[in-house]
């Protein structure tokens, strides 16, 4: 697959006009390092420290019934992913998830918080392997006050 240059917006902007992928996936960020560190001592190697958003996700999302809950991230407000990944508030490990999962955190508007869930290892197309940012919304603080949801920073 080839890369997008340029913004999360644009890639979600570009692919929805068109109503179609375009065969590209687009990196938003790095693992942090205490992810790293966390996968590490789980044994786990690390394939890539990008994180990837795929034109898969971006259409799952822009189309999500959550969207009407208004738990969805609008295309405007994908700026708010990027920070997520970039610039985490906390970052959760989700137990219980068959594969290791984390969970990154950022502030955000009427007292809710930006959740981003990446899979870091994953088989994309049973060959390529990324570190998929695979979900995005918004929920409350409360929702991740829940023993599945293990802190690493």
């Not at 019934?65 to 700026?79: F, L, N, R, T």
Request: charged share 20%.
């Amino acid at each position: 697959m080839e890369y997008y240059q340029g913004s999360l917006r644009q890639f979600a902007e570009e692919l929805l006009s068109k109503g179609r992928g375009n065969g590209q996936m687009i990196v938003v960020a790095h693992l942090d390092s205490k992810v790293v560190d966390d996968m590490n001592n789980k044994g786990v190697i690390l394939q890539s420290e990008s994180i990837v958003v795929t034109q898969q996700a971006v259409f799952k999302y822009a189309h999500h019934p959550k969207s009407k809950k208004g738990a969805v991230i609008p295309v405007e407000h994908y700026d708010l992913i990027e920070k997520a990944l970039k610039t985490p508030l906390h970052i959760y490990e989700d137990t219980a998830q068959k594969e290791l999962v984390y969970v990154f955190t950022h502030p955000s508007v009427h007292q809710k918080l930006v959740k981003v869930v990446v899979h870091p290892n994953y088989k994309l197309d049973g060959k390529t392997v990324i570190n998929s940012a695979k979900s995005w919304g918004f929920v409350s603080a409360e929702s991740l006050d829940n023993p599945q949801f293990v802190l690493i920073t």
